[in-house]
């Protein structure tokens, strides 16, 4: 018992208080600095806005508008910082608007599951089919081998991989369709020579360049043309779906009669861009030692023969559900209550029914290949309509209309392109869709207060949202081509500055002329 005591001295006893308290006040710091950190004043940033709005503002806007505008504050704050992450973000109208008396809980959940949220859940579905069976990547060779020339032609073939990343962004979401393409345009490039060394090597990179900087624009480029192929034609169409209910929608026609030709003229101006600054002529002997059509070929054969599976296609239902004004197609037959949502859904639910006749009671398409759904894009776009719906209703759109009223004095011929810049300038800064759900509430209430179509307004702030073609940042597909290391952020401002312009510069040929025939000749706002 002695023993025992005598082993335990008072003075280690003391140091180990010592060191005890030394320990704690160091893990003091680290909680403080824990708590102190960036990420925590960005999350404390949203709703810090929102007080400060809701209680210094109050001159200008009744208490319905101002709550609409804090929760505008908190929400875009969250979705800039990414300081919660952007799907949740997007949830937050769930709760922020029936707290802030903004809309009922049940008025704020439909915006998160229409027709248009149907389509793109539709949508996605048969991206992630097309991705299961190759379909994309045997559709890039077949079209590589036939732009590519022999010899080999590098405009060409730099021609042949845009044009199907275009096309194949017309169909799903470019994302989507960028995601898909990169891995095909970049197997090709992996015959080229990767060093800087010799002046055959700088030829090399250079049309390594125009090939990535060609599949991540015509990614966005090809979207525009079609309703599906971003979020920002859906947001668009939901938006004048709910301020305009008595007038007839979009439909996926009305929208391809404009969108394709704008999309075209877009396409050719960044080719001719392209192979202005990387891709000359004088670089074929050099490019044809390193790739040729046999190794295409070879890659087209690895994948043999298209399988039953593949062929079962069946997007052609979606674009007859109505063909024209005129002509109807076979949504008729339903008195026009089938929408695009319902097409896409039913085709989505096809693909779980048809055999893919590779085993025995197999389908195309299974639960466990759409695991990978982009939930964060639906809650996005979800979002979207909820804050579009909230701008209207509060008497917010009314209120911040009033900054943009220089646009009332501008000429007709001016409308579009001023827009287009303002737009344009925004969406390098923020997502495109933040950008369309904030400015086109806006254009709406200026349209109606200088007696202009609601469309003439709406469609140049839609698209010009989607020419973020200078930074990284921008759009995810430029980062999907940005993380290739192929391109850096100069490559992107000497092709993209020059394609921004020649986007406005068609958007303002177009708009009043095709745009005005196209959507105001048969809807009134």
């Not at 020059?498 to 177009?510: F, Q």
Request: aromatic share 10%.
């Amino acid at each position: 018992m002695d023993d025992t005591m005598n082993s335990s001295p008072l003075l280690p006893l003391h140091e180990k208080t010592e060191g005890s308290s030394i320990h704690r006040s160091i893990s003091f710091h680290t909680r403080i600095k824990s708590i102190f950190t960036l990420k925590n004043f960005f999350i404390l940033l949203g709703p810090l806005l929102c007080s400060i709005i809701c209680i210094f503002v109050n001159d200008q806007f009744d208490n319905s508008s101002r709550n609409m505008l804090g929760v505008l504050a908190w929400v875009f704050a969250w979705w800039l910082t990414e300081a919660v992450p952007m799907p949740i973000t997007s949830m937050s109208p769930l709760f922020l608007f029936p707290i802030f008396g903004i809309a009922d809980a049940d008025v704020v959940a439909h915006s998160y599951m229409d027709d248009v949220i149907s389509l793109v859940l539709g949508s996605f579905i048969l991206a992630l089919a097309v991705e299961h069976y190759n379909i994309h990547r045997r559709l890039a060779l077949n079209i590589t081998l036939l732009f590519c020339g022999d010899p080999l032609n590098p405009q060409l073939l730099l021609l042949g991989i845009c044009a199907t990343t275009a096309f194949v962004s017309m169909w799903m979401h470019n994302v989507a369709a960028a995601v898909m393409m990169m891995p095909v345009a970049t197997g090709i490039l992996q015959r080229l020579p990767s060093s800087t060394s010799s002046s055959s090597s700088s030829e090399a990179s250079k049309f390594c360049k125009a090939v990535v900087l060609g599949v991540t624009y015509s990614a966005a480029i090809g979207g525009m043309s079609t309703l599906t192929g971003t979020g920002v034609n859906l947001i668009l169409v939901g938006m004048w779906k709910s301020y305009f209910p008595e007038a007839d929608p979009i439909s996926f026609n009305t929208w391809f009669y404009f969108g394709f030709p704008l999309a075209l003229l877009l396409f050719f101006a960044l080719w001719a861009i392209l192979c202005l600054i990387y891709c000359p002529r004088s670089s074929s002997p050099t490019l044809s030692t390193y790739l040729d059509k046999a190794h295409l070929q070879r890659e087209l054969d690895l994948l043999g023969p298209m399988a039953f599976a593949e062929k079962m296609t069946l997007i052609i239902l979606w674009m007859t559900r109505s063909i024209t004004d005129d002509i109807p197609g076979w949504g008729a037959l339903f008195n026009n209550r089938a929408g695009d949502g319902t097409v896409s859904v039913m085709m989505a639910t096809l693909l779980f029914i048809i055999p893919n006749k590779k085993q025995e009671g197999e389908k195309l398409m299974d639960w466990n290949k759409c695991k990978k759904l982009p939930w964060n894009i639906v809650l996005l776009l979800g979002a979207g309509f909820a804050i579009a719906e909230g701008v209207r209703t509060s008497g917010l759109a009314d209120e911040l209309s009033k900054t943009l009223d220089f646009l009332g004095q501008t000429p007709y011929l001016a409308i579009a392109p001023s827009i287009c810049i303002i737009s344009g300038v925004i969406t390098e800064f923020t997502s495109n869709n933040a950008v369309t759900t904030l400015l086109v509430p806006l254009l709406i209430q200026i349209a109606q207060e200088i007696h202009v179509h609601p469309l003439l307004l709406m469609i140049p702030g839609a698209i010009g949202a989607q020419f973020a073609f200078l930074l990284p940042t921008g759009t995810p597909s430029n980062i999907v081509g940005f993380s290739t290391g192929h391109i850096d952020i100069v490559d992107m401002l000497k092709t993209g500055l020059p394609l921004k312009i020649a986007g406005t510069l068609a958007l303002s040929l177009l708009m009043p002329t095709l745009g005005a025939f196209v959507f105001v000749k048969n809807k009134s706002g």
